[in-house]
């Protein structure tokens, strides 16, 4: 599995979402480094920016599976934390459940709470600051791919989605992510199989992210009783590209929460 690493002390693995890589969320590193001393972990999940997926890649199943056996070989039985974005944040769930005390601390941005689209709680397509002449100047399917998702219209915001968004809309495995489209929720819900995670815990949502929405993620946190819980207005499914400041304060937020919890020192 093709991972990029920075820095060096506690690990903290860093998933993306569909359909991009880990380029998505290195806008983010930054924030990772402000607070302590943290490995960061990016990989590219399978079939999806420089990692290859061969046949048994066919289901979020198998997904999981794959950053499970990641993870341990990575890791071994060093206590590490997660974050994870949109699908990669179903899959930090599930690795959160998978390896219980061994976590330190979990973070969902835009998180798959509800795995069938029809069955989630979402808000209408807003745009709320459009530009049309920008959309004109791109080519037409990055204006397509941009405007899909975007609800702050910009040059600026533009920027960030070219650099964070487009290398990895152009680089995905179209049979490999077609497999897991058809299989694409867990077997089992990730908060069935362990008690309540009891450790520093963050969600962030978009007020205005129409994918994956922010109601069933507000209705998830009560599975996560140390959870802080953000639903940024001016923010679509690609949060920290909209707030980035806000993202990356909460996060150094969470990250101080989670050396607290490793230090016992909290106060």
Same mark, same amino acid.
């Given at each position: 599995?093709?991972?990029?690493?920075?820095? #060096?002390? #506690?690990?903290?693995?860093?998933?993306? /979402?569909?359909? *991009?890589?880990?380029?998505?969320?290195?806008? !983010?590193?930054?924030?990772?480094?402000?607070?302590?001393?943290?490995?960061?972990?990016?990989?590219?999940?399978?079939?999806?920016?420089?990692?290859?997926?061969?046949?048994?890649?066919?289901?979020?199943?198998?997904?999981?599976?794959?950053?499970?056996?990641?993870?341990?070989?990575?890791?071994?039985?060093? &206590?590490?934390?997660?974050?994870?974005?949109?699908?990669? /944040?179903?899959?930090?769930?599930?690795?959160?459940?998978?390896?219980?005390?061994?976590?330190? /601390?979990?973070? @969902?941005?835009?998180?798959?709470?509800?795995?069938?689209?029809?069955?989630?709680? !979402?808000?209408?397509?807003?745009?709320?600051?459009?530009?049309?002449?920008?959309?004109?100047?791109?080519?037409?399917?990055?204006?397509?791919?941009?405007?899909?998702?975007?609800?702050?219209?910009?040059?600026?915001?533009?920027?960030?989605?070219? #650099?964070?968004?487009?290398?990895?809309?152009?680089?995905?495995? +179209?049979?490999?992510?077609?497999?897991?489209?058809? &299989? %694409?929720?867990?077997?089992?819900?990730?908060?069935? *199989?362990?008690?309540?995670?009891?450790?520093?815990?963050?969600?962030?949502?978009?007020? +205005?992210?129409?994918?994956?929405?922010?109601?069933? +993620?507000?209705?998830?946190?009560?599975? %996560?009783?140390?959870?802080?819980?953000? *639903? @940024?207005?001016?923010?679509?499914?690609?949060?920290?590209?909209?707030?980035?400041?806000?993202?990356?304060? !909460?996060?150094?937020?969470?990250?101080?929460?989670?050396?607290?919890?490793?230090?016992?020192?909290? /106060?």
């Amino acid at each position: 599995m093709h991972n990029v690493q920075y820095g #060096t002390g #506690t690990p903290i693995l860093i998933l993306h /979402g569909f359909c *991009v890589d880990h380029r998505f969320l290195l806008a !983010l590193d930054p924030a990772f480094a402000a607070e302590g001393q943290w490995r960061r972990v990016y990989i590219d999940l399978p079939g999806m920016g420089g990692s290859h997926a061969g046949p048994e890649i066919e289901s979020a199943d198998a997904v999981a599976k794959a950053v499970v056996e990641f993870a341990r070989d990575t890791f071994q039985n060093e &206590k590490f934390a997660i974050f994870g974005s949109s699908f990669g /944040g179903m899959i930090a769930r599930h690795l959160a459940a998978e390896f219980g005390e061994q976590i330190l /601390g979990l973070a @969902l941005l835009c998180p798959v709470a509800v795995a069938e689209p029809s069955d989630r709680a !979402l808000p209408p397509k807003t745009v709320l600051q459009a530009d049309p002449r920008l959309l004109e100047s791109l080519d037409a399917e990055d204006a397509r791919d941009y405007a899909e998702t975007a609800v702050i219209q910009s040059p600026e915001n533009w920027s960030r989605f070219r #650099t964070a968004v487009l290398p990895g809309l152009r680089a995905f495995d +179209q049979e490999v992510v077609s497999r897991i489209i058809n &299989k %694409y929720s867990l077997t089992v819900e990730p908060e069935s *199989v362990s008690a309540s995670f009891q450790r520093p815990t963050l969600i962030i949502s978009g007020r +205005q992210d129409n994918v994956v929405g922010f109601e069933d +993620q507000i209705a998830l946190s009560a599975s %996560y009783p140390r959870s802080t819980i953000a *639903v @940024l207005d001016n923010a679509g499914h690609n949060a920290h590209l909209d707030q980035p400041e806000m993202v990356n304060s !909460l996060i150094r937020e969470w990250l101080a929460r989670v050396e607290c919890d490793k230090s016992s020192e909290c /106060g």
